[in-house]
Structure formats: structure tokens, C-alpha cells
Nanobody, 133 residues
């Protein structure tokens, strides 16, 4: 059974940092791309970043303001993907969740991962991030 479990959310003051974790199980971790998403109240889900766990290549969505504040990484030995979030702003308040899809390849080469939701086959429950102003 595929499982994705996001954790690490909480209440933080503006300017603070959090590191979210996405623990994956039930599939061959290295064959998948894993992405982070968020959804604020009254807003559509937004893709933040993704990583091809097989080659470590990452992608950050242009739509995220000051996306340099976020860093995605993976620990393949732990089947876990992280999202380090620095300089948090009030507008970062949302439920953050992770999702996975089998990496698309041309021959043996994985294509860049994508943060568009339709790519993703498996979704985990989210973790709440609240940034106080």
C-alpha cells in the first residue's frame, strides 16, 4: 500500500523557519518524483516544488513568491523528502501536502519533474503550517 505522510508543520512567527518531512512507503522510492503542494483557505492548491528522487534534480514553481526561501531535498536511505522553508510569511499559511508519481523517462533519463497536480498518482494527508504576523 502506498503511503505518504507529511509532518513538521506548526505555528511559527513571520521570519521563522520550518522543515517539513514527507515519509514514503509502498513503492520503489528512487523511481518516483515527489512534490510539495499547499492549499490556503479559499484558494486553489498550489504546487511548490518537486524532486526526482532517482537523480536528485529539483524544480521550483515560478508562482511561489520568493521561491528561494524554499529548498527541497531527499534522503533516499530514509525514503523521505524534505521541504526547508525559511523567512516564512503570513501568506505561507496553508495545509502542506506531498504527492508522488512515477518519474517520466526518455530511455534511462528521467525528465524534469513537474508540480502540476494531474501528474501525481498518490497523495498524502497534509500538515498545517500557520505563520503569525
Amino acid at each position: 500500500e502506498v503511503q505518504l505522510q507529511a509532518s513538521g508543520g506548526g505555528l511559527v512567527q513571520a521570519g521563522g523557519s520550518l522543515r517539513l518531512s514527507c515519509a514514503a512507503s509502498g513503492f520503489t522510492f528512487d523511481d518516483y518524483a515527489i512534490g510539495w503542494f499547499r492549499q490556503a483557505p479559499g484558494k486553489e492548491r498550489e504546487g511548490i516544488s518537486c524532486i526526482n528522487t532517482g537523480n536528485g534534480k529539483t524544480y521550483y514553481a515560478d508562482s511561489v513568491e520568493d521561491r528561494g526561501r524554499f529548498t527541497i531535498s531527499s534522503d533516499n536511505a530514509k525514503n523521505t523528502v524534505y521541504l526547508q522553508m525559511n523567512s516564512l510569511k503570513f501568506d505561507d499559511t496553508a495545509v502542506y501536502s506531498c504527492a508522488a508519481y512515477r518519474s517520466l523517462k526518455v530511455g534511462a533519463v528521467a525528465l524534469r519533474c513537474d508540480t502540476a497536480s494531474p501528474f501525481y498518482d498518490y497523495w498524502g494527508q497534509g500538515t498545517q503550517v500557520t505563520v503569525s504576523s
